[in-house]
């Protein structure tokens, strides 16, 4: 097997749980076939003691089985077909854990304290905050109210992510409001308006900006989409978002302009 190849193996398993260490245990079982631990450890050049330790863990994966043979202990690799078996598992607990995750939170959520006064403020840092602010809006029961240098934020979201999100948003009967300043990805986003259930106007760029708030709820999330400094500030309160969402949105949404046809 090319490098390449094995590159590619080691990044799929590591979807099943596995490291870079069991993969490569797994790839040399099926490339030798039955063995010892003590075998392997040697063929691998690898610590016996933490061979066994990465055999434990195929083991409980499925991914390998054991055997005995004159009182020795022998390792062998199960079918690789077996990866669309755990696939299919993996599924059906994704589905059982659908149907019933609603409730768990439900149940949790009823136990969390809350003090109007008070408001909760999280921080996520990096893209992966910006993906979990984006699903969080998909619990919204009002608009969503968006104003974002979109140009940045498609870039470091991922366009691709972004139209998706639009769809599975617009599945769920949220309805958005979107400030933009004029580029190229608004003008897609503006095609799709009704499919997306958005509006789209657009104000424009004097200064150099790299930000943006989004609102639902009685939330709003600012972000600083300053390369290095990637950051989402989640505050749920309210208030505040009262004061965003009835005064300054609607005063910049009455200032911005429709997108020309």
């Known amino acids: 097997m090319k490098n390449i190849e094995k590159q590619h193996v080691i990044a799929q398993?590591?979807?099943?749980?596995?490291?870079e260490q069991e993969s490569e245990v797994y790839i040399y079982c099926l490339s030798y076939g039955p063995e010892t631990i003590q075998k392997m450890a040697k063929g691998m050049g690898k610590n016996r003691t933490t061979v066994y330790s990465e055999v434990e863990q195929l083991l409980k994966k499925g991914l390998l089985h054991e055997s005995r043979k004159d009182k020795k202990r022998y390792i062998g690799s199960e079918n690789p077909n077996v990866l669309y078996s755990l696939l299919q598992q993996r599924e059906n607990e994704i589905g059982v854990l659908k149907n019933n995750l609603g409730y768990a939170v439900e149940l949790l959520t009823n136990l969390k304290p809350f003090d109007a006064r008070t408001p909760t403020v999280r921080l996520y840092e990096g893209v992966g905050?910006?993906?979990?602010?984006?699903?969080?809006?998909l619990s919204a029961k009002n608009e969503v109210l968006v104003f974002t240098h979109v140009k940045l934020f498609s870039e470091l979201v991922d366009s691709e992510y972004l139209e998706k999100y639009f769809k599975r948003r617009s599945e769920k009967e949220i309805h958005t409001r979107l400030i933009f300043p004029p580029c190229d990805f608004a003008d897609r986003v503006n095609l799709k308006s009704k499919e997306y259930k958005i509006k789209v106007r657009l104000v424009p760029i004097e200064d150099d900006w790299k930000a943006g708030i989004f609102s639902w709820n009685d939330i709003i999330a600012i972000q600083s989409l300053t390369e290095g400094k990637l950051t989402c500030t989640i505050m749920d309160n309210k208030d505040v978002a009262h004061f965003y969402r009835k005064i300054i949105f609607e005063l910049l949404w009455l200032q911005s302009k429709e997108i020309s046809l």
């Open 13 to 19: 398993l590591r979807h099943f749980g596995c490291s």
């Open 129 to 137: 905050g910006f993906k979990k602010m984006l699903e969080e809006t």
